[in-house]
């Protein structure tokens, strides 16, 4: 038995199956033999035809029974054959089973699509297999089951091959049909389907197949469906096709004529400006071109395209596409896809590069400068920029610094972008899952974008910016692609001078971009891409070299961010060494720093508790101004004789052991 859940995947239907589905479908019109009861599914407004798909909602009773029943009951939907009938009802949940036609259509169920809460609601996709007669009903309910006589030919019957006029039929509806399919509004390859249909089919087949093609009335369909013998079939079918080919004659007429109208008659627009002396509002005709803001921008990006110095291909592309801007309306969907994707070429930094500035001499002082320790990172780092100086077009190692959070790899990368006088961008990559983030998204997507790759060079407008990948290990995979893979052509020297975005699509060079990666663990780094990269280890601090972080960069920086002077707070050796040892156990100093922060927290309630309140100047009304001069003495005298002032606290405040205790509380063996 065939089990749904409650709510299935629900498609739009409508009375026929399209073009797309009757060449794409497998349940291709043939021969067989259906068995002599069929139960019947009720149809209202529309006729299905051998050969020929349909979608029918089920909402009568008793089609609702037919489907729970002997539909759903089934352990395969390819055995299901039921009898499609038309009703001569217009009531979609007719009962009246004297309404029905006499000739239907035995049909296979390819779908089931609907819901079963709150109410259930099905949608039936049958295709047709061939004709029967309705001969009587032996079952009225739940739903209709009746004795049926095949009409249609079966294999190994003989067909009136020598008829000469039966195959110049054949001929001119096989003309007929090729002619339509040529006229029809239909992608390239659906022609290209329903002309090999038309070649492969047999005859009998043909005038099914395409009658449910053509625009017909519901009683012109019936016709067909009556049309039992092949040259009768091909005599009612053959009218509907040369009629929809002259309705499309006239159509593609009348668009010509339009077209033609409207190149004669210039694009005016009249208008209005504002009221000028005497009050007239002068009006002025502005031809196609004149004061046209779109054509403007569209001038204004070829201008820019010009000055971006683009490579040739990828001029070549942009030339292109800036001819197709140029013809197509601004009201298409395609306008702003092509134009964002021009904007983007322009803004690119095709042949912009930063400026070569690199004193090894000052390199190690700007490395000590804003960092302690790490002497094992700073002695690699700078043979990195010694080799860099010695040879300008070096395509260096891509470096991976790996240590534990807070160890101030992030901001090494910083540093060596500011000492090669580079552009510094830094691209997350901690729980990218997708590809796509780093190759782009193909423009025939709706929302497509390029890279985080292709975006940061945007963002930094030169092509030899320095690219800080952090948290390279934290990358996942998902069925949208592995981004470690995409990046291994991004960080191969012998494959990014050529590296192409899928949103861009012309390669770019990056071969004069400079990549350094962050990791806190090699374990989770794919070996494809570890082997692309050089790893350093970034060890932990000691206590003392935090207490000589904490003393030259952290304090001060906490002090700024918290509007208090060396004046008014400072840090004892005894206090510093309490919070590096008793409150932070890590291997960075970002805890380090929290603490410091609570700390000039604390003191600046302290500070800012004791400061002189402001002066309130009272208002003086006229009342005030007619009263006594001696009470205003007096008054005057009062606040003069009890002044409120507040004392401010001993400054400057030493944080010692004792006063971290008060402040952050009973000492810590773990993070918090």
């Known amino acids: 038995m065939c089990t749904f859940p409650d709510n299935f995947r629900v498609r739009g239907y409508g009375s026929f199956a399209s073009v797309d589905e009757l060449c794409t479908s497998n349940m291709a019109p ?55 009938a038309a009703t001569t009802s217009k009531d979609p949940q007719t009962e009246d089973l004297a309404a029905l036609h006499g000739i239907g259509t035995a049909a296979v169920v390819a779908q089931v699509t609907g819901t079963n809460w709150p109410k259930p609601a099905y949608t039936l996709l049958v295709t047709g297999l061939c004709r029967f007669r309705l001969d009587d009903f032996v079952q009225e309910k739940p739903y209709p089951i009746a004795h049926v006589t095949q009409l249609d030919k079966l294999p190994g019957d003989l067909t009136d091959v020598n008829d000469d006029e039966l195959a110049a039929l054949l001929d001119t509806f096989k003309e007929k049909a090729s002619l339509l399919v040529d006229m029809l509004d239909i992608t390239v390859p659906v022609v290209a389907k329903l002309k090999k249909m038309l070649d492969s089919l047999p005859s009998q087949h043909l005038p099914d197949v395409f009658a449910s093609i053509v625009k017909a009335t519901y009683k012109e369909k019936l016709q067909v469906l009556d049309a039992v013998g092949l040259r009768e079939r091909f005599e009612k079918t053959l009218p509907l096709l040369i009629r929809q080919i002259e309705g499309l004659r006239l159509l593609q007429n009348s668009k010509e004529q339009g077209n033609k109208k409207s190149k004669k008659i210039p694009d005016v627009r009249i208008v209005v400006k504002p009221p000028g002396e005497g009050g007239r509002r002068p009006l002025r005709i502005v031809g196609d071109q004149d004061d046209d803001g779109e054509v403007d921008e569209i001038t204004e990006l070829e201008n820019k395209i010009k000055q971006a110095n683009l490579p040739a291909q ?130 025939t997507y709706i929302g497509s974008m390029p890279g985080r790759v292709v975006q940061g060079l945007r963002t930094v407008g030169t092509n030899n910016p320095l690219f800080l ?38 390669p770019f060079d990056l071969s004069q971009v400079i990549f350094i990666a962050t990791a806190n663990t090699t374990a989770t780094i794919p070996p494809a891409l570890l082997d692309r990269m050089e790893v350093i280890s970034v060890p932990g601090y000691t206590q003392e070299e935090k207490h000589n972080i904490a003393t030259r960069h952290l304090v001060p920086k906490q002090l700024k961010e918290h509007g208090l002077t060396g004046e008014e707070l400072q840090f004892s050796e005894e206090g510093l060494k309490s919070i590096i040892g008793r409150y932070t156990r890590e291997a960075g100093v970002r805890t ?19 400061l002189p309140k402001p002066k309130q100047h009272a208002v003086e009304n006229k009342e005030s101004k007619e009263e006594d001069k001696t009470d205003d003495v007096h008054a005057v005298d009062e606040d003069i004789k009890v002044p409120h002032v507040d004392h401010p606290p001993n400054l400057p405040i030493v944080i010692d052991n004792h006063a971290v205790k008060d402040i952050l509380g009973v000492s810590q063996n773990y993070i918090c």
């Open 469 to 506: 990948l952090d948290e390279v290990d934290k990358l996942g995979r998902s069925m949208q692609g592995d981004p470690a893979s995409a990046l291994l052509e991004v960080l191969d020297p012998e494959q990014n001078a050529h590296f192409t975005d899928h949103y861009l699509n012309v």
């Open 592 to 610: 380090l720093e929290r603490r410091l922060g609570a700390v000039c927290r604390a003191v600046a309630v302290k500070v800012a508790e004791g």
């Open 30 to 84: 043939r021969s067989v033999r259906i068995p002599s009861r069929l139960p019947i599914l009720l149809v209202s407004g529309g006729v299905l035809l051998p050969g020929s798909s349909m979608r029918i909602p089920v909402h009568a009773p008793r089609n609702m029974q037919l489907v729970k029943n002997h539909v759903m009951k089934r352990n395969s939907l390819s055995s299901i054959i039921i009898g499609v």
């Open 314 to 443: 990828a001029l070549k592309v942009a030339t292109r596409e800036l001819k197709r801007l140029k013809k197509m309306p601004a009201a298409m969907p395609d306008h702003a896809v092509i134009r964002n994707y021009l904007e983007l070429m322009a803004e690119l930094p095709w042949s912009k590069s930063s400026p070569y500035q690199l004193d090894i001499t000052h390199a190690r002082e700007d490395l000590d400068a804003d960092h302690y320790g790490l002497d094992k990172l700073k002695q690699r780092v700078m043979e990195y920029l010694a080799v860099r100086q010695l040879k300008n077009n070096l395509r260096g190692p891509i470096l991976c610094f790996v240590g534990p959070p807070g160890v101030g790899k992030t901001s090494v990368g910083r540093s060596i972008a500011h000492i090669l006088g580079r552009e510094f961008h830094r691209i997350s990559l901690g729980g990218v899952v997708d590809s796509s983030d780093i190759r782009g998204h193909r423009r």
